[in-house]
């Protein structure tokens, strides 16, 4: 099943060489290349970013907001303990079910599967699980890579969405270039998969699913809002962050639609800030070797299961 999400090294390679052969800020998509396109610069939003939260997003200052954690440790959210508040009033009933059933799953002490447990594609907005975020920018589109997978998704820039859409695992995700923001709008994320779910705390979605995310670089005191959300309400982990960092902040603000989920559009944010740069090669869980340290014992057979 893993095959299903593994980039092959060389090609990963041939897109970072591609996108970082380059200066980072550069005009935006060549008309010659897409009738679409329009020229004028574009913000430099290249390399690795981090955020250090768990298990949510952060919540946005008012209106509408995601799902959040019912058992709390230290009045934040437990990590080890992912109750959904399945009355948020956001869900449909079936919806609010769900997020109930696998809450009483995880009071029970066990653990439900997910995309992320389970080693399968993160949907959007899911993905924003992982800790790292890798972002090449070319011409004709944005690459995100994420360290725990590796997930991958291509954006096409100043395209529009085919009349059709095939769904896929990370959807069809289109973007342009608004000023200071990236925007991208996806739709077409498959919901006839196994975990198909939004969040840790197994919210579900449909085939009507519809994210659009805005990207903008930020002073510090413009993301300390958020920043302070972020810490209010999640776990923040030990990772690979500079606390003290004081330069430009990465915030995406997304708003999730989905009709057959939701009574309403809802919206949150994750704030992704600069670490040492370094991009570690995290495998998922079937694959007994853990590169960045040393090896991690993990359940074995002693023959195949297929």
Known sequence: MRMQRQLPLLALLAIAGAALAGPHVASAADPAANGLAKPGPVPDFSGVWRHPSLPGFEPPASGPGPVLNLSRENGK???YQL???FSNPILKPWAADVVKKLGEISKAGLVFPSPSNQCWPEPVPFI???FGMLMLQQPHQITFLYDEGPDVRRVRLNDTHPATVR????????GRYDGDTLVIDTIGTRADRPYAMIDLYGTPYTDKLHVVERYRLL????AKGAIARDAGENRQI???INRNYRGKYLQVHF???DEGAFTTPW???ITYGRGSGKWQEIVCAENPHVYYSKDTNVPTAEKPDF
């Open 77 to 79: 959210s437990n990590y």
């Open 83 to 85: 109750v959904g508040d």
């Open 128 to 130: 924003y699980k992982n």
């Open 167 to 174: 769904p896929s695992w990370y959807g069809d995700s289109v």
């Open 219 to 222: 002073d510090y005191e413009d």
């Open 238 to 240: 030990p990772a690979d």
């Open 255 to 257: 708003t999730v639609e």
């Open 267 to 269: 919206t949150a944010t």
